[in-house]
């Protein structure tokens, strides 16, 4: 009998790694959506756009559908989703959406400015100093795109591109029937 004490023990001492990095994950994950998850309305930011005009979530984005898209031209992921942020902007834009493509304080204003003409982006582009992304839960990865509707709470963060089939059925029922 002692073999078999012997084989649970280690069974018991062999799985708890298993369990210890369960349960970190789990603390992470609940820390995660009650940091963010509590903050259901969108924080009140100020961005800067390419021309110097500033926009503000609290007084001139009150009452409108809109992204928030944190962005940076050193980001693969961003310039591959680019084309299809503007044709969902393209597509929605007549029934009120709002979109302010925000580019990470770590882009040059340069890169930022030329990639916004070369490419016509026909939204709102903004420099972050660093506080907008802060304010949007510590945005770190890019591209990350909040969408906010008419009550200011958001009802979608995407880390990544977005599945563009679901983010057109979150806008129409967001925007209402057209």
């Known amino acids: 009998m002692p073999q078999a004490t012997q084989d649970t023990s280690t069974r018991a001492k062999s799985s708890l790694p298993y369990i210890v990095t369960a349960l970190i994950a789990a603390v992470i994950a609940g820390t995660g959506y009650f940091a963010f998850g509590g903050q259901q309305k969108v924080p009140d930011a100020t961005f800067t756009l390419l021309s110097g005009q500033k926009i503000s979530t609290a007084s001139d984005l009150k009452g409108k559908v809109y992204f928030v898209n944190f962005w940076a031209t050193s980001c693969e992921t961003c310039m591959k989703e680019m084309p299809a942020m503007v044709n969902t902007y393209n ?88």
Request: proline share 5%; charged share 25%.
């Open 91 to 178: 597509k929605y834009k007549g029934r009120g959406l709002e979109f302010i493509a925000v580019a990470m304080n770590y882009d040059a204003p340069m890169y930022v400015s030329n990639y916004a003409q070369t490419r016509n982006l026909p939204f709102k582009v903004a420099m972050d100093d660093g506080s907008a992304a802060k304010q949007f839960g510590n945005v770190q990865l890019t591209p990350t795109t909040f969408v906010v509707d008419k009550d200011g709470k958001i009802l979608k963060r995407y880390v990544g591109e977005p599945t563009f089939a679901e983010l057109d059925k979150l806008l129409d029922k967001a925007l209402g029937s057209a």
